[in-house]
């Protein structure tokens, strides 16, 4: 088993490091796991994390990934453990949708998904013709949902979905953490929202859409 936190950002963030935040997310997401995940010394128990981030407006198509090394400095002891608790998947999309090819096959998934200059028919052509998804009614009807919403991504547009209780990513990681676990206060500490707005979406006051 593994966590995974999924991070849309509109722009790469300028007041603040994004790669520090990355860490605190990962870092509060295996701290978090201690009496729920595993209890008292069991540390082999606990789980991987990823936390993956979405940055768009980038200057380039990027993909970084940020996990711990072991150097050895003095000797040779091989220290028991796991290095791979910690993952941090940094992607960077440019507004230019890339061609279809190897190398860039996510970037183009994700940018033709995320673009505000592409219609609906338009993406929905080249997730059916390019990547063999079959364009079935409800990935369709979140295509559309995505085209309708695609001011929200600039930061007027997600100040005004905050106010009408539509923050679509956000809904969603907190519903699948509360339905693994994470108590209301783990939730509010790993992503940085106020405890009653946690609240606020499992108890149904916010509008999800799927």
Same mark, same amino acid.
């Given at each position: 088993q593994m966590i995974v936190n999924v991070e849309a950002q509109k722009d790469i963030p300028g007041e603040y490091n994004i790669l520090n935040r990355a860490i605190f997310y990962v870092s509060r997401l295996v701290s978090s796991q201690k009496e729920r995940d595993f209890v008292n010394m069991n540390y082999d128990d606990v789980k991987r994390v990823f936390s993956i981030w979405i940055c768009m407006n980038a200057k380039q198509n990027s993909m970084n990934y940020v996990h711990l090394m072991?150097?050895? /400095?003095? +000797?040779?002891?091989?220290?028991? =453990?796991?290095?791979?608790?910690?993952?941090? *998947?940094?992607? =960077? /999309?440019? #507004?230019?949708l890339p061609e279809h090819d190897e190398q860039h096959e996510l970037h183009r998934l994700l940018g033709t998904l995320l673009s505000k200059r592409l219609t609906a028919d338009e993406k929905l052509n080249i997730i059916e013709t390019e990547y063999d998804i079959p364009v *079935?009614?409800? %990935?369709?009807?979140? *295509?559309? *949902?995505?085209? #309708? /919403?695609?001011? +929200? %991504?600039?930061?007027? +547009?997600?100040?005004?979905?905050?106010?009408? +209780? %539509?923050?679509? =990513?956000?809904?969603? %990681?907190?519903?699948?953490?509360y339905n693994n676990g994470f108590t209301i206060q783990q939730i509010a500490d790993a992503t940085g929202m106020e405890v009653e707005a946690v609240k606020d979406i499992i108890e149904g006051r916010v509008l999800i859409l799927a």
């Amino acid at each position: 088993q593994m966590i995974v936190n999924v991070e849309a950002q509109k722009d790469i963030p300028g007041e603040y490091n994004i790669l520090n935040r990355a860490i605190f997310y990962v870092s509060r997401l295996v701290s978090s796991q201690k009496e729920r995940d595993f209890v008292n010394m069991n540390y082999d128990d606990v789980k991987r994390v990823f936390s993956i981030w979405i940055c768009m407006n980038a200057k380039q198509n990027s993909m970084n990934y940020v996990h711990l090394m072991n150097e050895s /400095l003095i +000797g040779s002891c091989d220290w028991d =453990g796991k290095l791979d608790l910690l993952n941090i *998947v940094l992607i =960077g /999309l440019s #507004n230019e949708l890339p061609e279809h090819d190897e190398q860039h096959e996510l970037h183009r998934l994700l940018g033709t998904l995320l673009s505000k200059r592409l219609t609906a028919d338009e993406k929905l052509n080249i997730i059916e013709t390019e990547y063999d998804i079959p364009v *079935v009614d409800d %990935i369709r009807r979140d *295509v559309s *949902v995505m085209c #309708n /919403l695609s001011q +929200g %991504i600039r930061e007027e +547009g997600r100040e005004e979905g905050r106010e009408q +209780g %539509i923050i679509i =990513g956000e809904t969603k %990681i907190i519903m699948n953490m509360y339905n693994n676990g994470f108590t209301i206060q783990q939730i509010a500490d790993a992503t940085g929202m106020e405890v009653e707005a946690v609240k606020d979406i499992i108890e149904g006051r916010v509008l999800i859409l799927a």
